[in-house]
Structure formats: structure tokens, C-alpha cells
């Protein structure tokens, strides 16, 4: 345990903590997470709607369903490609059960019933992928769970009943209640902040709970755990379901944020962008989802003009994406928090022998 | 399961027959519901339906377009999808740009049909430019990371996603049909009857008969692919290499050279595929997706890495594409996406395939 509390330090830049009361220890052993929690909540004084929307609101949420897949590749070793699917559909049913454009689909229920009923729908369908794709191990994984996303996007082009089709869902309203317009920009952006920061500290509180260790356990030696007598399939199983409920909450915020939802918005290549965000910024620390979220979110931003500015075709992002991955994959299979943690040793290491 | 039957699935020499009676004797409930559908579709397939019949299950000729597209899909899905699985159980890579490989194809087909203006010279370009493109990945990326499965997968995703827009670039978002050559335009008749007029005049199927040729070069390659690999000692070596390839390479077998190969046929198969593809339906942006979840499909419902697998897979889900898409035409994918889940529930291994 103590081992891994270093590694962790290591990872958030934070030195040795100096001999003092146990909350001054607390507080600068989490001095990075704190400072950073401190931006966040201040962020709207300095930043315009433009940032605090497009920019940090769409790091948060995409940040988040990358987060549950970073929770189950990371430590259950299973890279499940249906995360982005199960926030698609947690985002559809909100569209379905609650109030859009479309009265002729749309229940118009209040968000109070069309939330809950939706996460649990969607929690359902993530337990279920994570039931059918835990039977069978390692790479196999992958294949399920594109196949199952890849299936739901066509489901969602061809089905018009439930899913309308080719057009989906638009003008889909964050809810007001406690006499806050959750719709407008500042409630709406601490809103995602509120669960982006809970979603992290849950899955951060999960990998060091008993469950959490199990599960790495399961990760690490699944036969050895079978025979210590774990249930595997059973912590698999229940890390999907972990998962799933943070997806589906990050799908909710991203209808609300985004106020639509079509198929386009769980198509194969988004799908597949969750994955590209979470490998980028890391599998190894709830961090990196969000790193790579918002290295995602700046390249989708401005790149478009970055490559116009810089002579090149600005329709050539998608390639600029690739490219950025194929490099991480190839030389930082940990990703960027791969890179700052081995830069951080090599600096301690010339740290200590100047000392010497 | 394995334990028990496992017998029955590694004997080879011993031949086939024997086999399947050895199967049947296990089996004996199974094999009454088999062929009892067998003869049902056969009934379904050559009797004249009868008056009420038509009510409940709508126009015969409608059911049999849908069997015999869904049939021909078929052996597309399987061009496609043994490649696939060949390279996944030769070498555990899952090559997540099998189907940017199939549209790269369906483009140098088009044009090298362009450019000659024979249909059947583009197969060959096709087979070698993503030969070549296989050959390729697999010699200069994933022979360094052998044994990193998940790194692999990885890089061949980044690859598809650099392939696509490399594909946008030269050759644009919209469809590109590719022609049926005038030697095999036009239907043909089947001995089929589709309906009686009041005359008593029986109607027969037309059929287009470029589908039909495709489907026969389908199975013509897939049993010439079951005798190289069960007759010929390039075949005993891929077998010996998906069963254990770390013993194979002990052995002294050069295996670097046969994942090339493997890869390249695979890649090249795919390409192939991709003219068929641009001829039933068409060459355009998103068919990538489309083949590519086609053979994850296909490939899990039949077992991966078995080609016998791969040709029954392709069978079902052809048949379940277009059965659905003219009974179901809001869930056709619901159904193949079901008979996945039914697989996975039951046979986590696929059909064919073995633990």
C-alpha cells in the first residue's frame, strides 16, 4: 500500500511532506489535486462561456466516460469500447423519458423520474455488455464490446420508433430546480464540475478500497485469485456496473450540455475517440482521463486553425489525431502520465546525486 | 465440454464422416432439430407456398431475394471476415484496420478498372496493393511488439483512423460504384418456382448473376483455403502455428516469415472483398466500420481464428442482415446482435471455435 501512496505522490508532483500536524501533512501531500480543485471552482471569474463550455465543459464530460473506462483497463485490464455506449444511451433515454422537440416519441416526464429511470437503463446495458465480455478475457474484450457498440450506433440510424432514426433527438433542456436555470453556462459548468470531481475521488476511493485491490488482483493473476477464492467473474462483472454509472452520468451531462443527441454522437469513431483520450493522457491514475480529455478537446478546438495557420488543410484533424495516438501508443504505452512520471524520477534522480 | 467431446474436434486424419456420426451420436436431439429446419428451408425454398401461407409471411419471391442476398452477403462477410480471423489466430492481433484494408481495396479496384477497364484485373491489384500494405504493418510495427496484444490493437487503431482520412483525402466522401462487367450483367433464371399464375403458369426466380459468380469464387476460395491449409505443409505449419506458436518457432519453422504471409493473404483477401463490396453495394466513407464490425461479428459468432467458423458466421449473419432488414426494419441489426449475445451467452468460445 505504501508503495503505491508514493507512486501516486509521485504522479500529482508533490514532494516530501514535512513533519508537521496531520492536516498540514494531508494538505500538502494533496497540494497539486487541492490547487487544482481551486482553479476549477474559480475558473468561471476569469474564463468567458466559450471556455467554460466548450472548452472545460467538454473536458469534464468527455474526461468522465473516458474515467470509466480508465477504471476498468486500468485496473480490471478489461478496455471496454461500450463506455461511450452506455453514456449514448443514458443521454437517449433522457431524450426519450424526459422533454425534447419530438412529442410524438418524448414521454415529457420531469427530470426527477426521466434521470433515475435513465442511469438505471443504462447501468443495466453496461452490466449486461460487462456479463456477455467478462466471460471470455484479454483481447477478446475489445472485439465484444466494439462489436456491441458498433451495433447500437446502426441501431440507433436505423430504429425510428425509439431512437428517431438518421435525426435523433434536439432541444433537449438541462432541468431548473432550486430556482437555478441549470441550462445557463456558469450553473451548468459547476454542475459537470460537481460530478467529474465525485466521479474521480469514487474511482480513486474504489482502487485503494478492498474491491479495488481485488480487482487488480484479478487484473494482475485472475487464476491465482480464482484459487485464493474470488469470485472473478463477479468483481468483473461488478467494475462494469461501477463503470457504467459513472458513463451514464457523464451521458446525461453531455445531452445536457450539447442539447441533442443523434446517433452521430455514439458513431464508431467517437466511440473510438473515448479510447484514444484515455490512452493518451493514461490507464495508470483517474487523472489521465482528464488530461487527455482536454489535449482532445484544444487539438478539436484549434486545430482546425493551427493547420490552416500553419499551411495545411484544417479538414485534416481526424489524421492529426491518429498520428498524436500511433506516437503515444509507440513510444508511451502509459501515455502523457507515463511521460511526466518517468520525467519526474529522472529529475529526483539528478536532484539527488547533485545533493551527493 | 472440452474434455468430454474434445476428441471429436482434434481428430483429423481419421476423417470427416466420422466425425459428424460421432457428433450425431452426442448429439441426437440437436441433430433432429437440424434437419428438421434443413428440410423446412428446403420445402420453404422449392415448394409453392401455399394460398395462406403468403398471408402470414408475405409475397415467396420477397423471401427468397432475402435468402439468396442474405446467402451472397454471405460469402462477402466471408472474403472479409477470414482474413480476419486468420491473422487473429495466427498472430492474436486484432487488426482493427481490416476494414480500411477492405476500402483501400474497393478504391484500386475502381481504379485499376478505370484505368484497364477490366473488372477482373482490379481483383489482382486490389489482392496486391493491400497485400503489400499488410505486409507492411506486419513487418515493420507489430513484428516489435510481438506478444503485446493490447499495444497491437492499439496501433492498428490508429492506423485505421489515419487510413480513413488518408482515404477522404484522395478519394472524396462520395459513393463509388463500381461496375458489373457486361459478361455477368443482367439476371438469370433459377429453378425456382416464386409464384402460379391464374394460368397455371409457373414464375421462375430471376436472379442477378454477378452475385451468383462471386458467391461460387467465395466458396471456390474458401475450400481451396480448407485443402492448403489441411493438405499442404504451409497449412500444417499456420495450424501448428494458432495451436502453439512459441513451440512452432522453437521447432526451427521461420514463423516471422509466415505471419508475413499471413498477413499479407489476409490484407489481400480483404482488398478482394472490397471490389466485391463496390459492385453488390457500393465504395464510400463509413463501409470501413460497416465491414469491419461485420467480421468482429462474424468472427465471434463462428470462433475465432477457424476459417470453418468464419464461413458458418458469415452464413448467419448474412442471412440475418437481410432476412431482418425485410421482416424487422427497425431492429435488422438487433437481430444479428442478438444471435451474438445468444453465442457469447452459450458458447463463449463461438460455434466452431475452441478454447
Given at each position: 500500500m505504501a508503495l503505491v501512496q508514493t507512486s501516486k505522490d509521485g504522479a500529482l508532483g508533490v514532494g516530501t511532506a514535512e513533519r508537521s500536524g496531520p492536516f498540514a501533512q494531508w494538505v500538502s501531500r494533496h497540494a497539486a489535486i487541492l490547487l487544482l480543485g481551486l482553479f476549477m471552482v474559480l475558473f468561471p471569474i476569469i474564463a468567458n462561456d466559450f471556455f467554460l463550455r466548450q472548452i472545460a465543459g467538454w473536458t469534464m464530460i468527455l474526461g468522465m466516460i473516458a474515467l470509466s473506462l480508465m477504471f476498468l483497463a486500468g485496473y480490471g485490464g478489461m478496455v471496454s469500447l461500450v463506455q461511450m455506449t452506455v453514456a449514448g444511451l443514458a443521454g437517449y433515454m433522457i431524450a426519450v423519458l424526459g422533454v425534447s422537440s419530438l412529442p410524438k416519441v418524448s414521454l415529457f416526464w420531469p427530470w426527477w423520474a426521466a434521470v433515475p429511470l435513465a442511469i438505471i437503463i443504462a447501468v443495466a446495458f453496461g452490466t449486461l455488455a460487462g456479463a456477455l465480455s467478462a466471460r471470455t478475457e484479454g483481447i477478446y474484450t475489445i472485439m465484444i464490446t466494439l462489436a456491441l457498440a458498433t451495433s447500437f450506433f446502426y441501431l440507433t440510424l436505423q430504429n425510428w420508433p425509439i431512437f428517431n432514426g438518421f435525426n435523433g433527438f434536439t432541444t433537449i433542456p438541462a432541468p431548473n430546480f432550486l430556482g437555478v436555470k441549470w441550462g445557463d453556462p456558469v450553473p451548468l459548468y459547476y454542475m459537470i464540475l460537481f460530478f467529474a470531481a465525485l466521479s474521480y475521488a469514487a474511482v480513486l476511493y474504489v482502487s485503494r478500497a478492498p474491491f479495488g485491490l481485488a480487482l487488480q488482483g484479478v487484473r494482475d493473476n485472475p487464476r491465482r485469485m480464482e484459487a485464493i477464492g474470488y469470485n472473478v467473474t463477479a468483481h468483473r462483472v461488478a467494475a462494469y456496473a461501477f463503470a457504467a454509472l459513472i458513463a451514464a452520468i457523464g451521458g446525461i451531462l453531455l445531452v445536457w450540455q450539447n442539447n441533442q443527441i443523434s446517433p452521430f454522437s455514439v458513431g464508431v469513431d467517437v466511440v473510438i475517440n473515448i479510447l484514444i483520450i484515455a490512452v493518451v493522457g493514461g490507464l495508470g491514475h483517474p487523472i489521465g482521463p482528464f488530461i487527455g480529455a482536454l489535449i482532445y478537446v484544444i487539438l478539436r478546438t484549434f486545430a482546425l486553425d493551427a493547420l490552416v495557420a500553419v499551411g495545411l488543410d484544417g479538414r485534416r484533424f481526424q489524421m492529426l489525431i491518429g498520428l498524436g495516438f500511433l506516437i503515444i501508443v509507440l513510444f508511451s504505452p502509459d501515455g502523457v502520465i507515463g511521460l511526466w512520471r518517468r520525467w519526474t524520477t529522472r529529475m529526483r534522480a539528478i536532484d539527488g546525486s547533485q545533493r551527493r | 465440454m472440452t474434455t468430454a467431446f474434445g476428441d471429436d474436434g482434434r481428430i483429423h486424419g481419421a476423417g470427416r464422416g466420422d466425425a459428424v456420426g460421432r457428433w450425431v451420436g452426442h448429439h441426437p436431439i440437436w441433430s433432429l432439430i437440424i434437419a428438421v429446419v434443413v428440410i423446412f428451408l428446403l420445402w420453404l425454398v422449392f415448394a409453392p407456398w401455399p394460398a395462406g401461407f403468403e398471408d402470414v409471411f408475405g409475397k415467396k419471391l420477397i423471401f427468397i431475394n432475402a435468402l439468396f442476398n442474405g446467402i451472397t452477403l454471405g460469402g462477402l462477410y466471408f472474403l472479409v471476415a477470414t482474413g480476419f480471423t486468420l491473422i487473429f489466430g495466427l498472430?492474436?492481433?486484432?487488426?482493427?484496420?481490416h476494414g480500411s484494408l477492405y476500402l483501400f481495396g474497393g478504391y484500386m479496384g475502381y481504379e485499376a478498372g478505370e484505368w484497364t477497364g477490366s473488372w477482373l484485373f482490379g481483383y489482382v491489384v486490389a489482392f496486391i496493393c493491400c497485400a503489400i500494405v499488410g505486409m507492411a504493418m506486419q513487418f515493420f510495427i507489430f513484428r516489435r511488439m510481438e506478444g503485446q496484444d493490447l499495444r497491437q490493437t492499439l496501433v492498428t487503431l490508429g492506423l485505421s483512423i489515419i487510413f480513413s482520412d488518408l482515404m477522404v483525402w484522395i478519394w472524396g466522401g462520395n459513393a463509388i460504384q463500381i461496375d458489373t462487367p457486361d459478361y455477368l450483367e443482367g439476371p438469370v433464371p433459377m429453378p425456382i418456382v416464386v409464384a402460379v399464375k391464374s394460368s397455371g403458369e409457373a414464375v421462375l426466380l430471376y436472379y442477378p448473376l454477378v452475385r451468383l459468380v462471386i458467391f461460387a469464387a467465395a466458396v471456390l476460395i474458401g475450400i481451396a483455403m480448407w485443402l492448403a491449409l489441411n493438405r499442404t505443409r504451409v497449412g500444417v505449419m499456420i495450424r501448428a502455428g494458432v495451436d502453439d506458436r512459441d513451440m512452432l518457432s522453437v521447432l526451427g519453422y521461420r514463423v516471422q516469415l509466415l505471419f508475413i504471409a499471413v498477413f499479407a493473404f489476409g490484407a489481400g483477401l480483404a482488398g478482394m472483398a472490397g471490389i466485391v463490396g463496390g459492385t453488390f453495394q457500393s465504395v464510400s466513407l463509413g463501409e470501413d466500420s460497416h465491414f469491419l464490425l461485420a467480421s468482429l461479428v462474424v468472427v465471434i459468432v463462428g470462433g475465432m481464428g477457424s476459417i470453418p467458423g468464419a464461413a458458418l458466421g458469415a452464413l448467419i449473419i448474412g442471412l440475418s442482415e437481410q432476412i431482418g432488414t425485410v421482416y424487422f426494419q427497425n431492429y435488422s441489426t438487433v437481430l444479428s446482435f442478438l444471435i451474438m449475445v445468444i453465442v457469447l451467452a452459450l458458447r463463449p468460445q463461438g460455434l466452431l471455435g475452441r478454447r
Open positions: - | 498472430m492474436r492481433n486484432v487488426n482493427l484496420a
